[in-house]
């Protein structure tokens, strides 16, 4: 004789198993777990928000973002986002490495305050329509005023026969 209570039982904790997994995969995929166990186990810094309610917001944000597939996929980009910015803020292994990779590529870029300002660059070459060469040597921008600054501008004007002759330096 089966018996119907057992099978019964048992397939509803096979099920309940399956849809628990299924949203434990998500629930890491997302990187919201991770973003979690980043703040959690991360080293004690003055927030000024406790932690625990960045936490539930985190958590709660990705509850609701469970529901929809296209909500769930901005929370995932987002979230990924933030666990790469946690992790340079907290750890000091991870933006030494950051700070390292990121001399190495912008050699070019200087900062300061709210302005980023490129200098040694390859000649910025403009073509303005003209019969003339317009280059530019360095750019400065400011962030806080959205400024842009152009430094060594040169004005090229060329002759047909090929010599050319510096009709003055701008800046």
């Not at 400011?142 to 800046?171: R, T």
């Amino acid at each position: 004789m089966i018996n119907l209570a057992s099978s019964a039982s048992s397939t509803w904790t096979s099920l309940s198993l399956n849809i628990f997994i299924t949203g434990l995969r998500g629930y890491f995929l997302s990187g919201c777990a991770v973003e979690t166990l980043l703040l959690v186990l991360g080293p004690p810094k003055h927030w000024t928000v406790p932690k625990y309610t960045l936490l539930v917001v985190l958590n709660v944000a990705w509850a609701l973002a469970a529901t929809s597939w296209l909500f769930h996929l901005v929370f995932t980009a987002g979230c990924w986002i933030l666990v790469l910015l946690t992790s340079i803020l907290q750890y000091a292994v991870v933006s030494s490495f950051t700070r390292a990779r990121l001399r190495s590529s912008m050699k070019y870029a200087h900062f300061t305050r709210d302005k980023v300002a490129f200098f040694a660059i390859p000649t910025l070459k403009l073509d303005t329509g003209i019969t003339g060469l317009v280059t530019v040597r360095g750019i400065t921008v400011s962030l806080l005023d959205m400024v842009v600054e152009l430094h060594g501008i040169e004005v090229c004007e060329c002759h047909v026969g090929g010599a050319s002759q510096w009709s003055g330096l701008l800046g």
